[in-house]
């Protein structure tokens, strides 16, 4: 049986670039809905940062990590921006759902 932080990278890992996915809504795809916070400590300790994209995971209003593992919240909106990702004045990433 997978680790809870192993579904984490998985799940992440899938993300397009370009496209961004909230700590809630991968928890729900790791099946432990109520984990949203596990998801931000699994991504803060991130062992692949080349292949596991942690910089596409936003908080639920859209708003950035404010200690981004790997560079701070200005690198998380600089990779981001740079894939192509739409953001509001306010730096919030302009989220929609399907």
Same mark, same amino acid.
């Given at each position: 049986?997978?680790? &809870? ?30 984990? +949203?916070?596990?998801?931000?400590? +699994? ?15 936003? &908080? ?7 200690? &981004? ?30």
């Amino acid at each position: 049986m997978k680790k &809870f932080y192993d579904k984490v990278y998985d799940a992440v890992k899938k993300i397009p670039k370009g496209k961004v996915s909230t700590y809630g809504r991968i928890a729900v795809l790791c099946g432990n809905p109520r984990c +949203a916070r596990a998801v931000g400590y +699994a991504l803060h300790q991130n062992p692949d940062p080349e292949n596991i994209p942690c910089h596409r995971v936003v &908080f639920k209003d859209g708003s950035l990590s404010p200690a &981004f593992a790997f560079g701070g919240k200005n690198r998380q909106y600089r990779l981001l921006k740079a894939e192509g990702v739409k953001f509001s004045k306010d730096k919030k990433v302009k989220l929609t759902f399907n």
